[in-house]
């Protein structure tokens, strides 16, 4: 390596690019991770899950040693209408069987941790820098500019989050569009272990992951969540960018009243808040994808548009990890036939097609238009709470039966909307 | 004209993320990270130019735990062309005055210097003592509040910013100079600085490896200031707000509040 130039330079210090360091210094190449935060994840956010089987991959064991907040231990599922709930709540070992194990992060001390098990293998991480810019020389990404400053290297990753300006800016990914990012906002909210413990039913170091439909986006295309760190808990809201411009309530005010149901007051009550961030997470699916891999770059995590949303389940770091871990097996390749070419680097895009990562994207794309349907996220919703609330409605004279019920429900929103929807359903 | 620098730098813990122990009053230090005090920036941003106009060598040298080697590389990284590390548990509770005796010792054995330079003050402390009292210890010049320095034939033009106006003074050198905030604005490390400084050496001595130091003169022994209480300052009285409806009123009525309140 000469003073001046490196194998590689990653883009930002998330999940993606702090693995890939880890990953590619391992193998002993020169590794350079620019991160524009303070600290590796100084300015990140997430919900609050890694599924760990990924990571778990890379570095076993990592729960033992990461400062992970809480291991999930209860799912819960919450349909809301205004004053009603429905709440699905299962609590299973099996959640925390090793390769089913998920836990509660937070990513300021999660990707600090994450850059420091880098830079322990050599990765050298310059934080508090911006990169403005990309070198490209006879059609070859060749380094990465920032505040004026040069620096090259063979390779560049991009791991530069959903809104990747740099890729962009090389024409690999298409600028965002509203329909096809979720907003979230997220507080942080302090509160005593024990109490905790206590309105959540947990001990020790399991956690509670919980998600809302229904009211509290007020019938917009999205969720709540809700996750239990060790002495806070993370709780938060997401709504397609576009469904929520055409909505009547801005973001702040749906989750102001998500925070004062009568099903989330009690969770919240006298807490402190001490964190709120607001974040884009890509939801689109496949289409969102860019192109993946160029002369002598590659683009990897949220800034390949790698997450999937299904609502109880939201992932995006674990495949962030997955992505890292193809892209770093793809230079180290590449770094072997010294070939920094796109048709070289070609191997990322294989090795992530032939991932689970891509093919759960792949499969979900079925579900994207059904997910895009209003009544999932109002008249459904307020359906089966309505009629599970009458379930337990004792008021004299002749009890109705619960299909008489359902027959008035459906009466009620269409026979035709209701035989569609179903048909959509089957078809998935 | 290659002049010989020396910057001392010290951690102090960040004050925008300080709290007071409402009880105690003392500081919460717990969990606070740490900062470069700001005006040894401006102190070392100071020994930059001055390198960068007259040719030179920078040295940062700090007394301090052994986690101060990361305030000491951020040195190197903005362009200290050294840095020396003085840690050692003896030094622990040091004051001022025992600070002082360790940097001056210091000079000494890394020197010669032509210049020794200081921030104003540190932000925990805010005495502005340790220059003063190096430049006694080594016999030296000193020059307080510094804002510029320009290089003459045998020393510098030094500004000193005062209240209310610049004194302007000349001095040969060696000279202990420390730095107010106006005209250093500490530069932003390049990257290329940064790596650099991840591997470079921080030279670290301890008390047996100082010269000539003498173990009576550091650390709680060495220290005639004790602290004797620290409290936070009660609020204030709120001022009383004069707005009648037309001038002259409102001087009436700011004479009759001051002849009340017995100030005229
Ligand atoms: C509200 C919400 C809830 C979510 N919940 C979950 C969940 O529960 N589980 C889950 O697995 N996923 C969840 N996700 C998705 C998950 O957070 C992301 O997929 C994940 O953060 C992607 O990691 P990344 O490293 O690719 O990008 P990021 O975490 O966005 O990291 C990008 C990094 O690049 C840096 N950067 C950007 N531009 C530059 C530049 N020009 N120069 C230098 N540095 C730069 C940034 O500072 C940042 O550190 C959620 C997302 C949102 C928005």
Known sequence: MSDDKFDVIVVGGGIAGTVASYLLAKEGLSVVLVERGNFCGSKNMTGGRLYAYSLEEVMPGFANEAPVERKVFKERISLLTMDQSVTLDVRSPK??????????????????????????????????YRVDDLIVRDDKVCGIISNGEEMDADVVVLADGVNSLLAEKLGMKKPLRPEHVAVGVKEVIQLTRGEIDERFGLSGDEGCAWSFFGANTDGIQGGGFLYTNKDSISIG???????????????????????????????????????YSAHLEPEAGAKMIPQLYGNGVLVIGDAAGLTLNLGHKVRGMDLAVISAQCAAQAILEAKSREDFTASSL??????????????????????????????????????????????????????????????????????????????????? | ???????????????????????????????????????????????????????????????????????????????????????????????????????????????????????????????????????EFLGWNQVTYVSKMTRTEEGFVIDREMEGGIEKVMTRTPIVCTVTKTHYEPRKATMKGKLMAKKAHVETVDSKTLNGLDTGRIGLVGSPTSVAKSFVPPDGEPGTVIEEPTAVESAAKLIKLLTKAEAI
């Open chain 1, 237 to 275: 809201l997401t709504c397609n960018l576009q469904k929520l411009s055409e909505g009547s309530k801005p973001l702040m005010q749906l989750m102001n009243d998500f925070q004062s149901h009568p099903v989330v007051a009690p969770l919240v009550k006298g807490g402190n808040l001490i964190e």
């Open chain 1, 95 to 128: 959640f925390a069987e090793s390769g089913n194990d998920s836990y509660v992060v937070l990513r300021s001390s999660f990707d600090r941790w994450l850059g420091e098990k880098a830079e322990s293998e050599g990765a050298m991480i310059v934080a508090g």
């Open chain 1, 346 to 428: 070609r191997k990322y895009k294989d090795l992530l097609d032939v991932s689970s990562a891509i093919q759960n994207i792949e499969a979900r794309d079925k579900y994207l238009e059904f997910m895009e349907n209003p009544l999932l996220y109002n008249a459904y919703p307020l359906m089966i709470v309505d009629m599970l609330a009458r379930l337990f409605v004792v008021k004299g004279g002749r009890a109705q039966t619960i299909f008489d019920d359902i027959l008035k429900n459906i009466e009620a929103l269409g026979k035709n909307q209701i035989e569609n929807d179903f048909k959509a359903v089957k078809k998935l």
């Open chain 2, 1 to 135: 004209m290659n002049m010989k620098i020396m910057v001392c730098v010290k951690q102090v813990p960040d004050t925008e993320m300080i709290k007071v122990d409402p009880v105690t009053g003392s500081l919460i230090r717990e969990g606070v990270p740490s900062i470069i005090n700001p005006f040894d920036l401006n102190a070392l941003e100071a020994a930059l130019q001055l390198r960068g106009e007259y040719g030179g060598n920078v040295a940062a040298v700090c007394m301090g735990p052994p986690q101060a080697e990361e305030a000491l590389r951020d040195c190197l990284a903005m362009g200290a062309d050294s840095a020396v590390l003085i840690s050692d548990r003896v030094f622990k509770d040091s004051d001022t005055l025992a600070t002082s005796y360790v940097l001056s010792l210091a000079a000494r054995q890394f020197g010669p210097f032509d210049l020794i330079l200081c921030g104003k003050h540190s932000l925990d402390g805010e005495t502005g003592q340790v220059g003063p009292q190096i430049a």
